[in-house]
């Protein structure tokens, strides 16, 4: 084995971090203390979209002082964040009906804005009583289509991270701070 050849899958702990743990719970925080504001008397349905955003999810309820129960969604993603073809394809549905409700749709990243355009498209279609978005990060830079989040904790240059719910082939999702994954190791 060659030192020249990237390791398919680097420590995490090599990675350079981009938002650590406390920065990430102070904003989780400050978005559950905006939505409790925001929602004030009233029930939310929080939807997660699989696997990426179940961490901010679970973080997010519990910083959320209005009543609220949660569901989720899982849709195919195609390429990743680096090539997107542009389809999305629901894999999973609601468990519960959503029609009158305040619903919030709780994602890891918008970036190309296809997965959240699309789900918010599926979800209108419930009749809910309200529709709005809250994602982790937001990649304002790599956006196909218009659409926009109504809670952001970050927004952040076109770097591919990982941790915090977010992976890269699967690993690195329980990770506890964002880190830039190497552009080296991708593909390899
Ligand atoms: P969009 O449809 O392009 O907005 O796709 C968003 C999805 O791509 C997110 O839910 C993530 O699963 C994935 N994604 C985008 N950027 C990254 C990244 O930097 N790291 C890990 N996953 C990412």
């Given at each position: 084995?060659?030192?020249?050849?990237?390791?398919t899958?680097?420590?995490?702990?090599?990675?350079?971090v981009?938002?650590?743990?406390?920065?990430?719970?102070?904003?989780?925080?400050?978005?559950?203390?905006?939505?409790?504001?925001?929602?004030?008397?009233?029930?939310?349905?929080?939807?997660?979209?699989?696997?990426?955003?179940?961490i901010?999810?679970?973080?997010?309820?519990?910083?959320?002082?209005?009543?609220?129960?949660?569901?989720?969604v899982?849709?195919?993603?195609?390429?990743?964040?680096?090539?997107s073809?542009?389809?999305?394809?629901?894999?999973?549905?609601?468990?519960?009906?959503?029609?009158?409700?305040?619903?919030?749709?709780?994602?890891?990243?918008?970036?190309?804005?296809?997965?959240?355009?699309y789900?918010?498209?599926?979800?209108?279609?419930?009749k809910?009583?309200?529709?709005?978005?809250?994602?982790?990060?937001?990649?304002?830079?790599?956006?196909?289509?218009?659409?926009?989040?109504?809670?952001?904790?970050?927004?952040?240059?076109?770097?591919?991270?990982?941790?915090?719910?977010?992976?890269?082939?699967?690993?690195?999702?329980?990770?506890?701070?964002?880190r830039?994954?190497?552009?080296?190791?991708?593909?390899?």
């Amino acid at each position: 084995m060659s030192n020249s050849t990237p390791p398919t899958f680097p420590p995490s702990a090599t990675m350079e971090v981009l938002i650590s743990k406390e920065q990430i719970a102070e904003r989780v925080a400050a978005i559950g203390k905006q939505i409790s504001a925001d929602y004030a008397g009233h029930s939310i349905v929080l939807i997660g979209v699989l696997k990426g955003a179940a961490i901010f999810l679970s973080d997010l309820a519990r910083a959320i002082e209005v009543d609220n129960t949660f569901d989720f969604v899982a849709v195919s993603s195609y390429g990743r964040a680096r090539v997107s073809s542009g389809a999305v394809k629901l894999i999973k549905d609601i468990d519960n009906p959503i029609e009158g409700k305040h619903v919030i749709i709780v994602e890891d990243i918008l970036d190309t804005g296809l997965t959240l355009s699309y789900l918010r498209g599926l979800m209108l279609q419930h009749k809910p009583a309200s529709l709005k978005i809250a994602t982790c990060l937001d990649k304002p830079e790599r956006r196909l289509v218009p659409i926009e989040a109504d809670y952001v904790a970050f927004s952040i240059p076109n770097q591919f991270v990982i941790g915090y719910g977010m992976d890269y082939a699967e690993r690195y999702r329980g990770v506890e701070d964002i880190r830039l994954f190497p552009d080296e190791a991708v593909g390899h």
